[in-house]
């Protein structure tokens, strides 16, 4: 079983900076895939950023120059660096985690953009 924890979200004005932290605790293999996904009220779960261990990226063509994931294997850590908030980005964060065949998620944490 594998347990995933998200911290630091909150409200944020425009043009402000969050990190995300999403701490992951469990039986994890060393081949896996990490990610922080979105769901903002009204709509569908969408992908912010995913990594694999081999360390390549991929990102919303909406956050893409604007936020940044990273990870840490040593801590079973995983971040999202968000820089140029929008207030379309205000949103629920989820923590993904890919691994053993098996996909986990995070309870959520929320961010709010102002204008």
């Known amino acids: 079983q594998v347990q995933l924890v998200e911290s630091g979200g909150g409200l944020v004005q425009a043009g402000g900076s969050l990190r995300l932290s999403c701490a992951a605790s469990?039986?994890?293999?060393?081949?896996?895939?990490r990610g922080w996904y979105r769901q903002a009220p009204g709509k569908q779960r969408e992908l912010v950023a995913i990594?694999?261990?081999?360390?390549?990226?991929n990102y919303a063509d909406s956050v893409k120059g604007r936020f940044t994931i990273s990870r840490d294997n040593a801590k079973n850590m995983v971040y999202l660096q968000m820089n140029s908030l929008k207030p379309e980005d205000t949103a629920v964060y989820y923590c993904n985690l890919f691994t053993g065949g098996r996909t986990y998620w995070g309870q959520g944490t929320q961010v709010t953009v102002t204008s």
């Open positions: 990594l694999a261990t081999g360390g390549s990226t």
């Open positions: 469990g039986s994890i293999f060393s081949i896996n895939a």
